[in-house]
């Protein structure tokens, strides 16, 4: 019996998929629909395979096929470019044009409105992002991530404000999923940070925590001795600086740190200048460190020339024709190695704050949980104290490393832009000081503060949680 090649191709593609390994999915895919290129749904899974690739374009591409053939569930392929447009290329006018694509087919579809209110909120829009929201809940009203991102809108005025009230009340639920309460105990505890109930607040992100870590027991552990072990890796793997190479010139401007020790802000006042495009958060060096087994051991100069050629044309694709761009990806630190070793001369801002601010910050914030070392101040302590080990070497093998402090910055913001400015060789704009009135999209957990001028509030805020850090204090020497 003959074996039709198609059925095999798809076979193999659908193998190759459910493996992730999205490239040779892709491969197989587009072999299977230059035979049979009637198969909506197959466009939709390459589109899919190609996004995973980093091949944005031609994800795009794919998806518009899909729905010229008929996809079924079109209000997803819509969405999905949507998001590709937002996250990968920076395009949020056409990814709003997307999300209203997918909206006109299904008016009440929950990851539309959600999606729709994100992106409003990473374009500073308030109340349009509060309107998508309300949308949501009208749909479901007690959606828990809907009714913890309009209370993220919200400015509460006390402790009884109707806001805090309503996240208690759903908390109080005791069906909660894990991951929902977790959703809603981290705005609980903003919200109630912001009206300055900080031992309610502190309780608050206790349980989000606690709730975040049940919802994965087994998946959101920190593996301390692991990390060391990762850390000693990259320390002997990158033990000299980087040779001179070619393409130097090309590479962005890096910004990298710890998580909310202000990457976004230098982001979003360089992106105040006319020759610098923000490139947000792009996971292309992450990425690229994720093909190689193993990481860093692999890390050999054929490996770099090819990555180096593949990290190009994924920033040539995100941000095509940019003069000056900015790669703001804070755990790019962990990278520095790899960077150097692509880009040599590439210019790297490192952003610090007070560690106790910073710690304070990342534990209030729901991060994902493959950063799990966020769940658990002891472990945020451990983290950073491999974070301050790993930058110790690469400052000594790269002194042109800039430091960038945020609790200098909001003091005194001029002379710190000035010499950020002076290190990456750009003149001075009056623009960068109104970096808040910018309509740059931004996806970070920051988005409402990068929308106001400078401000000090920030600057010193463990203060407020002065006992419940005493631990932490201690565990840093400070």
């Not at 994100?118 to 828990?144: F, I, S, T, W």
């Not at 900015?326 to 790899?338: C, E, S, V, Y």
Request: charge should be negative; proline fraction near 6%; aromatic fraction near 6%.
């Amino acid at each position: 019996m003959s074996i039709d090649p198609a059925e095999a191709l798809m076979a193999i593609a659908s193998r190759l998929r459910g493996a992730g390994r999205a490239p040779e999915a892709a491969t197989a895919y587009r072999q299977l629909l230059a035979l049979r290129p009637d198969l909506p749904d197959s466009w939709f899974n390459l589109a899919l395979m190609e996004r995973r690739s980093g091949r944005f374009e031609a994800a795009l591409a794919a998806y518009a096929e899909a729905l010229r053939r008929g996809v079924s569930g079109p209000e997803e392929a819509w969405l999905n470019r949507g998001v590709i447009h937002a996250d990968d290329l920076g395009r949020p006018d056409l990814a709003l044009k997307d999300l209203e694509a997918a909206l006109a087919i299904r008016s009440d579809w929950l990851p539309a409105l959600l999606n729709l209110g994100n992106l409003h909120e990473d374009m500073g829009r308030r109340e349009a992002a509060r309107d998508a929201y309300a949308r949501a809940l009208a749909v479901a009203p007690d959606h828990p991530v809907a009714l913890a991102r309009s209370a993220g809108l919200a400015r509460p005025s006390g402790p009884d404000d109707p806001v805090i009230q309503g996240l208690r009340r759903a908390l109080a639920r005791p069906d909660l999923h894990p991951d929902d309460r977790a959703e809603l105990g981290f705005a609980l505890g903003k919200a109630l940070d912001q009206v300055e109930a900080y031992d309610a607040a502190f309780e608050a992100c206790a349980a989000a925590n606690a709730a975040s870590r049940a919802a994965d027991p087994d998946g959101a552990v920190y593996d301390r001795a692991g990390h060391e072990r990762f850390i000693d890796r990259l320390i002997a793997v990158f033990a000299e600086p980087a040779a001179p190479g070619p393409g130097s010139g090309e590479a962005p401007v890096f910004i990298c740190g710890m998580f909310r020790s202000g990457s976004t802000l230098a982001e979003q006042i360089l992106a105040g200048h006319s020759r610098v495009t923000a490139g947000g958060e792009l996971g292309l060096v992450p990425g690229l460190a994720r093909t190689l087994e193993p990481y860093p051991e692999a890390v050999t100069p054929e490996a770099v020339a090819r990555l180096r050629d593949l990290y190009l044309e994924g920033l040539n694709a995100a941000r095509p024709g940019a003069d000056v761009v900015t790669d703001k990806r804070p755990d790019n630190f962990l990278h520095i190695g790899l960077i150097k070793a692509m880009f040599p001369a590439a210019r790297i801002v490192h952003t610090v704050r007070d560690p106790l601010d910073t710690i304070l910050s990342n534990w209030f914030l729901h991060l994902d949980r493959s950063m799990a070392h966020a769940l658990d101040l002891d472990d945020l302590v451990h983290w950073h104290g491999q974070y301050q080990r790993l930058m110790a070497h690469w400052k000594r093998l790269y002194p042109d490393i800039l430091d960038l402090d945020y609790d200098a910055l909001v003091a005194e913001p001029r002379p710190v832009i000035e010499g950020l400015l002076g290190h990456l060789g750009l003149a001075w704009e009056d623009g960068v000081l109104d970096f808040h009135k910018a309509d740059t999209g931004v996806r970070t957990a920051s988005v409402w503060q990068v929308r106001e001028p400078l401000y000090r509030r920030a600057s010193g805020r463990w203060r407020n949680y002065e006992t419940q850090l005493d631990g932490v204090r201690a565990a840093l020497g400070l």
